[in-house]
């Protein structure tokens, strides 16, 4: 099966070659500097290593202001660009005006219209189904695009059985703020389990968002614990990453590559490719709304 696996990181961009303000300068991310030999800045935007690719995308599409979660990641998955048709940039999440569009032109409902297999990696714990039933809608667009295209959410129960990933990868938060008795499991454990997901499926999703939670709130106690499992979990996808998969990992706006601020920036979003239609990703993706036609062209 042709899989397209999209690991997306929330606000994460290419800054400044500045440790003192940029987290990938300041430490050595695995990832980074073991896969492609050094660190993406400003002046240093392409790298590439055999079929891996690293690259900037242009987050800001052509509209003043500083690019937002809501408008960025429907331009994503959407292939849109739609800070432009909103008239600004909008965010955390997608206004309802962009509720028709997201329902007719979201990546899931692309690939089910072509008869294809999708899934959405993330498990939910019950308080947030707790909190979908009580009629509120400000989700994120990951969930909006999943309900809207009839794609079901996943659960604790396919978590504890292997079938889902947490949103922070290795169950910590789910054990120690939410009380469920999980395993936590190494990153390299969590890789596996999305690359066999991915494997079952022509498209998959997986969403991680608190390196825009990072660049936010700091959450000084915890950063260097989840900085070294994202740093160790996307390390392993890519040195381990099966061949049937193509891999991307992008972003919607800068955010975690400088924290001389906590607002989000105007850097371009990061953007890696690696194994198959990696190359032909990094020739023809150069902003976050030209991610979903490129993937749509090989199925």
Same mark, same amino acid.
């Given at each position: 099966?042709?899989?397209?696996?999209?690991?997306f990181?929330?606000?994460?961009?290419?800054?400044?070659?500045?440790?003192?303000?940029?987290?990938?300068? *300041?430490?050595?991310?695995?990832?980074?500097?073991?896969?492609?030999?050094?660190?993406?800045?400003?002046?240093? $935007?392409?790298l590439?290593?055999?079929?891996?690719?690293?690259?900037p995308t =242009?987050?800001? #599409?052509?509209?003043?202001?500083?690019? $937002?979660?809501?408008?960025?990641?429907?331009?994503?998955f959407?292939?849109?660009?739609?800070?432009?048709?909103l008239?600004?940039?909008?965010?955390?999440?997608?206004?309802p005006?962009l509720?028709?569009?997201?329902?007719?032109? %979201?990546?899931?409902?692309?690939?089910?219209? /072509?008869?294809?297999?999708?899934?959405?990696?993330?498990?939910?714990?019950?308080i947030?189904?707790?909190?979908?039933?009580?009629?509120?809608?400000?989700?994120?667009?990951?969930? #909006?695009s999943?309900?809207?295209?009839?794609?079901?959410?996943?659960?604790?129960?396919?978590?504890?059985?292997?079938?889902a990933?947490?949103?922070?990868?290795?169950?910590?938060?789910?054990?120690? *703020?939410?009380?469920?008795?999980?395993?936590?499991? /190494?990153? $390299?454990?969590a890789?596996?389990?999305?690359?066999?997901?991915?494997?079952?499926?022509?498209?998959?999703?997986?969403?991680?968002?608190?390196?825009?939670?990072?660049?936010?709130?700091?959450?000084?106690?915890e950063?260097?614990?989840?900085? %070294?499992?994202?740093?160790?979990?996307?390390?392993?996808?890519?040195?381990?990453?099966?061949?049937?998969?193509?891999l991307?990992?992008?972003s =919607?706006?800068?955010?975690?590559?400088?924290?001389?601020? /906590? $607002?989000?920036?105007?850097?371009?979003? #990061?953007?890696?490719?690696?194994?198959?239609?990696?190359?032909?990703?990094s020739?023809?993706?150069?902003?976050?709304?030209e991610? *979903? /036609?490129n993937?749509?062209?090989?199925?």
């Open positions: 099966m042709n899989s397209t696996l999209i690991i990181l929330d606000g994460v961009g290419i800054g400044e070659a500045n440790p003192k303000i940029n987290p990938f300068f *300041k430490r050595e991310f695995k990832f980074l500097k073991n896969i492609f030999g050094e660190t993406p800045h400003l002046k240093n $935007q392409f590439r290593k055999d079929d891996k690719y690293l690259f =242009d987050a800001n #599409l052509g509209v003043d202001g500083i690019p $937002q979660s809501g408008t960025g990641q429907t331009s994503i959407c292939g849109i660009n739609a800070p432009k048709i008239g600004r940039h909008f965010g955390p999440f997608p206004p005006s509720d028709k569009i997201i329902s007719e032109t %979201n990546i899931f409902h692309d690939f089910l219209l /072509k008869d294809k297999k999708v899934a959405f990696a993330n498990a939910y714990p019950k947030f189904f707790d909190y979908l039933r009580s009629g509120k809608k400000r989700i994120s667009f990951t969930t #909006l999943c309900n809207l295209a009839g794609v079901k959410l996943k659960k604790s129960t396919d978590l504890r059985k292997g079938k990933l947490s949103a922070e990868i290795d169950n910590f938060r789910w054990v120690k *703020k939410l009380n469920y008795n999980l395993p936590i499991i /190494k990153p $390299q454990t890789a596996k389990r999305l690359f066999k997901i991915a494997s079952e499926n022509h498209f998959t999703l997986f969403e991680y968002f608190l390196t825009d939670h990072l660049g936010h709130l700091r959450l000084k106690d950063f260097e614990a989840i900085v %070294n499992t994202l740093d160790d979990f996307l390390f392993f996808v890519l040195k381990q990453l099966p061949s049937n998969i193509s991307i990992i992008c =919607d706006h800068g955010n975690f590559e400088d924290l001389s601020t /906590k $607002q989000h920036t105007r850097n371009p979003a #990061l953007t890696i490719t690696a194994g198959v239609n990696s190359k032909y990703f020739e023809t993706v150069s902003k976050i709304s991610i *979903k /036609k993937i749509l062209k090989f199925y």
